[in-house]
């Protein structure tokens, strides 16, 4: 049965999503993908514009070792989340991330919604690196 530490997760995906560097390590176990994301502040607003909606396709399930997310749902009546640190969280399709604060998390999320989350957000970021460095 697959184990490792968040930390030694693969950079990137094992290089799948090199635009994501250090800020997220993930694997691809089962039907989920196992992420460990330390990022500074960032609002993925710009990331998510590109996609049906501008919102985010996948659904986050995780827990918040240390900072702040905060999760809104444009469009919807549905108010605004928050997870903080030591707490789990879930997210569903449709919505924008922001990190207010520097935040690491664990998730678990389907591999396949996440696949192509990061694989437009590769995209985005080839597309206009300047703006993502």
Same mark, same amino acid.
């Given at each position: 049965?697959?184990? *490792?530490?968040?930390? !030694? ?12 560097? &250090? %800020?997220?390590? %993930? ?5 989920? $993908?196992?992420?460990? @994301? ?6 993925? @607003? ?7 909606? +501008? ?10 070792? $240390? +900072? ?5 749902? /444009?469009?919807?009546?549905?108010? $605004?989340?928050?997870?903080? =640190? +030591?707490?789990?969280?879930?997210? /569903? #399709? +449709? ?8 935040? =690491?998390?664990? &998730?678990?999320?389907? #591999?396949?919604?996440?696949? !192509?989350?990061? !694989? *437009?957000? &590769?995209?985005?970021? #080839?597309? *206009?690196?300047? !703006?993502?460095?």
């Amino acid at each position: 049965m697959p184990h *490792s530490k968040p930390q !030694d997760l693969p950079k990137g995906g094992g290089g799948r999503w090199p635009a994501a560097g &250090e %800020s997220f390590r %993930s694997v691809h176990w089962g039907d989920y $993908e196992v992420g460990y @994301t330390t990022v500074q502040p960032l609002d993925c @607003t710009d990331v998510y514009k590109h996609l049906p909606g +501008g919102v985010c396709p996948c659904p986050h399930y995780g827990y918040i070792v $240390e +900072g702040r997310l905060r999760c809104v749902y /444009p469009g919807t009546d549905t108010p $605004e989340e928050v997870a903080e =640190t +030591g707490e789990v969280y879930y997210f /569903p #399709a +449709g919505h924008i991330l922001v990190y207010d604060e520097p935040t =690491t998390a664990i &998730e678990f999320n389907p #591999a396949a919604a996440l696949r !192509d989350l990061m !694989d *437009s957000a &590769e995209r985005v970021v #080839a597309a *206009s690196p300047a !703006d993502y460095t």
